[in-house]
């Protein structure tokens, strides 16, 4: 079936490298993609989205791309904290208002010192 | 400040116990959702809420009843809990518009034992 997926269930990096996570979306039909940020015992949490129409998205640290012509979708992270050691999730959002957000199955972001 | 709370934070029970899960936005958002996420940290769609209606009711056992009292609030009726029931529980809320980001919140740990 279709479905978002993600290429590694976990990272590692060390703290002031860039960190990439990536994910793999099946339906060309999808318009709007999010990326959230979950730690832990916390609810997801937005960090950037990026409509079809577009390749790249930047927000301070981070940056989004969507390549249509692969479904690849991947959230750049600038100088990598240890704050940002979480589980992170793509999701996709097709058609109509209301619609659930399918999510992928998560990537495990740890930044040691 | 709170934009999506939810009440409680944990609950532990019984099998065969009914139990209400409470959320509630201050974001002013007309469509609300429910959120299932087991213990691999898959996010998965229960139900969907525009301004009081149902618009969205995945395969969900019927033992679970979702109600809207206002568009503010969407709460979460289970009966006969499960072994199976356990999880994490996150409401969610948007607005009623293509492509617009869900806000979560910190979820509901339910523990059936």
């Known amino acids: 079936g279709e479905s978002v997926g993600l290429h590694l269930p976990t990272l590692s990096v060390q703290e002031g490298d860039n960190s990439i996570i990536n994910c793999a979306y099946s339906?060309?039909?999808?318009?709007?993609f999010i990326w959230y940020k979950q730690e832990s015992g916390k609810g997801p949490q937005f960090i950037i989205d990026i409509r079809s129409n577009m390749d790249k998205r930047q927000g301070q640290r981070v940056t989004v791309l969507l390549n249509k012509t692969v479904k690849h979708l991947s959230l750049q992270i600038a100088a990598t904290q240890p704050g940002d050691s979480a589980v992170y999730f793509c999701a996709e959002n097709r058609g109509q208002a209301g619609t659930a957000l399918i999510f992928g199955k998560g990537t495990t972001l740890s930044v040691s010192s | 400040d709170t934009a999506v709370s939810q009440t409680p934070k944990y609950l532990v029970t019984q099998m065969g116990n009914d139990k209400s899960i409470k959320c509630e936005q201050n974001?002013?958002?007309?469509?609300m959702y429910w959120y299932k996420q087991d213990s691999k940290k898959f996010l998965k769609i229960m139900f969907s809420y525009n301004n009081k209606e149902l618009i969205i009711n995945e395969t969900v056992p019927n033992r679970f009843s979702p109600k809207s009292p206002d568009k503010a609030h969407l709460n979460l009726h289970i009966n006969s809990l499960e072994l199976g029931d356990s999880a994490v529980y996150f409401c969610?809320?948007?607005?009623?518009?293509?492509?617009?980001?869900?806000?979560f919140g910190p979820g509901t740990r339910l523990l059936v034992l």
């Open positions: 339906n060309s039909a999808s318009d709007y």
């Open positions: 974001l002013g958002h007309d469509t």
């Open positions: 969610a809320s948007s607005k009623y518009r293509q492509g617009e980001t869900q806000y």
